[in-house]
């Protein structure tokens, strides 16, 4: 089993960034596809980022390509969301998951395991 708990959320002015990290509990964290997704009040979940096992593949929803960047560290049981030039629309909870399939997911149907959520605001 994998224990996510996610930090670095707060409230940033738009133009700003924030660092996201999950850390993972787990000696099998490596084998993982990890992955963001986020939820704002009254909307559905919704997929960022993800990442495989081995760092190589990522995926990103297109709303923010060239803003966010996901990376992993797997010798600190760590991933990593990298988010600059913030929009106000950016603003949710941001909640890492883990996948055990090879293919890292966009649904969240196909995480396995959950963080309890990081809160970021945009302010405008």
């Known amino acids: 089993q994998v224990q996510l708990g996610e930090s670095g959320g707060g409230l940033v002015q738009a133009g700003g960034s924030l660092r996201l990290s999950c850390a993972a509990s787990?000696?099998?964290?490596?084998?993982?596809?990890m992955g963001w997704f986020r939820q704002a009040p009254g909307k559905e979940r919704e997929f960022v980022a993800a990442?495989?096992?081995?760092?190589?593949?990522?995926h990103y929803v297109d709303s923010v390509k060239g803003r966010f960047t996901i990376s992993r560290d797997n010798a600190k049981n760590t991933v990593y969301l990298q988010m600059n030039s913030l929009k106000p629309e950016d603003t949710a909870v941001y909640y890492c998951?883990?996948?055990?399939?090879?293919?890292?997911?966009?649904?969240?149907?196909?995480?396995?395991?959950w963080g309890q959520g990081t809160q970021v605001t945009v302010s405008s």
């Open positions: 998951a883990a996948d055990r399939g090879v293919v890292p997911g966009t649904v969240p149907l196909e995480y396995d395991y």
């Open positions: 787990g000696r099998a964290f490596s084998s993982y596809a």
């Open positions: 990442i495989s096992w081995s760092g190589g593949n990522t």
